[in-house]
């Protein structure tokens, strides 16, 4: 099996940028899609973007596009969200998820029924 536990969440001012690093345990990470999600309180989970098994393709949601960028390194089992030009709205506990992809068929996947595991979250905060 696959556990996924992410690092990097804090506290940060209006403008600002942060990077959070999922680590994943197990064998086949290199067959999982991922998937970077945020929950706030009173709204559901929000898928910000994925990235193919391969690293190789990726998606994000409109208001992440152009200030976010998703990663994945295989051989360190690692994804990565780069957060830049923070907002206020992008104040949230961050996810992150797999999901096995035999086929290579990767293209944006969003609900978050389709993933597993999860990681536990971590703690995101931008202040004005």
């Known amino acids: 099996q696959t556990q996924l536990v992410e690092s990097g969440g804090g506290l940060v001012q209006l403008r600002d940028s942060l990077r959070l690093s999922c680590v994943a345990s197990?064998?086949?990470?290199?067959?999982?899609?991922m998937g970077w999600f945020r929950q706030v309180p009173g709204k559901e989970r929000e898928c910000v973007g994925g990235?193919?098994?391969?690293?190789?393709?990726?998606y994000y949601a409109d208001s992440v596009k152009g200030r976010f960028a998703i990663s994945k390194d295989n051989g360190k089992n690692t994804v990565y969200l780069q957060m830049n030009s923070l907002k206020p709205e992008d104040t949230a506990v961050y996810y992150c998820?797999?999901?096995?992809?035999?086929?290579?068929?990767?293209?944006?996947?969003?609900?978050?029924?389709?993933?597993?595991?999860w990681g536990q979250g971590t703690q995101v905060t931008v202040s004005s």
């Open positions: 990235v193919s098994r391969s690293g190789g393709r990726t």
């Open positions: 998820a797999g999901r096995l992809d035999f086929n290579n068929e990767y293209e944006g996947f969003t609900a978050p029924a389709l993933y597993s595991p």
């Open positions: 197990g064998r086949m990470f290199s067959s999982y899609a």
